[in-house]
């Protein structure tokens, strides 16, 4: 058993750890992402400044890792999907080879596309819900970093209205622990966003349009 989980582990933090979005950069303009714009090695910084379709790329990457790890033990192992500790374990581990990549010197990103996939992975009939609240706050706010950031606060309701009944309460928990831990990583780059409207939060949430970033 303590091998699985140090397979899992390993196994998750280095898939996690792929640069998507760096080699984005790299690639096609010779920037390093961390450097410039916001900062954060994710596919929004991707988005201003490197291009739309490399964002694309860079999102489907960042929300397929996860879901590979944790596919990917499972076949090596021969685990059932309801084994949820290892689940669990070889995700979390992808997050924090995201976030802590030993390829670029444990600078990476914030986690939350690799969160995301993984966790609707584990709840698909979250992506209903997810797809509804991403499109009402993206057309109030015109802020795709809040509006996909409020899909971490929908997943724990999903599990409790929807899986609740079928042993979710891991799941509630799970995506819960994840929110949190993930809008942790988000505090230094709101104070950021914060000190640079004046101290106007109506500016950090609310954009007159997407192109518009601080």
């Given at each position: 058993?303590?091998?699985?989980?140090?397979?899992?582990?390993?196994?998750?933090?280095?898939?996690?750890?792929?640069?998507?979005?760096?080699?984005?950069?790299?690639?096609?303009?010779?920037?390093?992402?961390?450097?410039?714009?916001?900062?954060?090695?994710?596919?929004?910084?991707?988005?201003?400044?490197?291009?739309?379709?490399?964002?694309?790329?860079?999102?489907?990457?960042?929300?397929?890792?996860?879901?590979?790890?944790?596919?990917?033990?499972?076949?090596?192992?021969?685990?059932?999907?309801?084994?949820?500790?290892?689940?669990?374990?070889?995700?979390?581990?992808?997050?924090?080879?995201?976030i802590f990549p030993g390829f670029l010197k444990f600078r990476g990103g914030k986690g939350a596309a690799t969160a995301i996939g993984i966790l609707i992975f584990l709840m698909p009939w979250a992506v209903p819900f997810l797809f509804i609240v991403f499109a009402i706050a993206l057309l109030i706010t015109r802020n795709p970093t809040f509006s996909y950031s409020l899909l971490l606060i929908v997943f724990p309701f999903v599990a409790w209205l929807i899986y609740f009944e079928d042993h979710g309460e891991p799941l509630i928990f799970f995506s819960m622990g994840l929110g949190i831990f993930l809008g942790i990583q988000y505090i230094p780059r709101l104070k950021e966003m914060h000190g640079r409207t004046g101290g106007d939060w109506r500016k950090v949430i609310r954009r007159r349009s997407l192109k518009e970033r601080f």
């Open positions: 058993m303590i091998n699985n989980i140090v397979i899992a582990i390993i196994i998750g933090y280095l898939l996690g750890s792929f640069p998507s979005a760096y080699l984005a950069g790299r690639l096609r303009k010779g920037i390093d992402i961390r450097e410039v714009g916001s900062k954060n090695m994710g596919a929004m910084n991707v988005f201003y400044q490197v291009g739309p379709m490399e964002a694309v790329l860079v999102t489907l990457a960042d929300l397929g890792k996860g879901v590979g790890a944790i596919l990917l033990v499972r076949w090596l192992l021969g685990i059932p999907p309801e084994f949820e500790l290892l689940t669990g374990l070889t995700g979390v581990a992808a997050i924090i080879g995201h």
